[in-house]
């Protein structure tokens, strides 16, 4: 049975009404980045979807954060304090936020600004040894769609796990980006998670891409709201 994840893009913008649906906390946070507007925009999204589907008052909603690498409760992937069976995830650029929920399966989501993926090192950065072959004769837009794509996939598994940047996206190889998106291979130290669904996901922003995994064996249904 598929398992349902829901999504929600959002247009970064500075509004004074997400600032004050989050807690103390996020907005000390937010008040040491360079730019604000992204981490404001993206965690009121998050409270938003999460009040939404849970019948909640979004300021209300109360979050952890636990490492998976180190165990330390200061930081790593968060969660909703008082309903454990409810997973999200949160990916946002300078312009745009997603956020992806489940039910009952750990999620991870991640989009990727094209531009962002215009440098001469990606390649390096990002890819196996292996994965390179799958970008030959693909050049300009295509290109940078391309490796969106790709590295999209990669950081939704390593969201999903929650390992995020402890695990070099070249160790985590998944299918080249004319194929349908699935974990090829897992080569960190860290132990690799037994079971990975990926999905591409379908944005109405043509400047990114974005993938959502799930630590399932089960295939994603994605319902966007």
Do not use: N
Not at 141 to 164: I, N, Q, Y
């Amino acid at each position: 049975m598929p398992v349902q994840v829901v999504v929600r893009e959002a247009e970064v913008t500075d509004s004074p009404a997400d600032l004050a649906l989050l807690d103390d906390g996020e907005r000390a946070r937010a008040g040491r980045k360079r730019e604000a507007a992204p981490f404001v925009t993206g965690h009121a999204l998050v409270r938003r979807l999460l009040g939404e589907l849970l019948e909640r008052d979004p300021a209300g909603l109360t979050f952890a954060r636990r490492c998976t690498t180190c165990g330390s409760e200061l930081h790593g992937k968060p969660s909703l304090v008082d309903l454990p069976g409810w997973h999200f995830s949160l990916s946002y650029t300078a312009s745009l936020a997603v956020v992806a929920v489940a039910e009952g399966v750990e999620v991870g989501v991640d989009t990727e600004d094209l531009t962002d993926a215009d440098f001469e090192g990606f390649a390096g950065a990002t890819l196996s040894r292996d994965e390179v072959a799958s970008f030959e004769g693909l050049s300009g837009r295509d290109l940078l769609v391309a490796r969106a794509r790709v590295w999209a996939r990669k950081e939704s598994v390593l969201k999903a796990t929650g390992h995020g940047l402890v695990v070099d996206p070249s160790e985590v190889l998944v299918t080249g980006p004319l194929d349908a998106p699935a974990l090829r291979a897992w080569r960190a130290e860290e132990p690799a998670p037994p079971a990975v669904s990926i999905l591409d996901l379908d944005l109405r922003t043509e400047s990114h891409r974005a993938a959502v995994a799930g630590l399932t064996d089960e295939p994603l249904e994605v319902i966007t709201a």
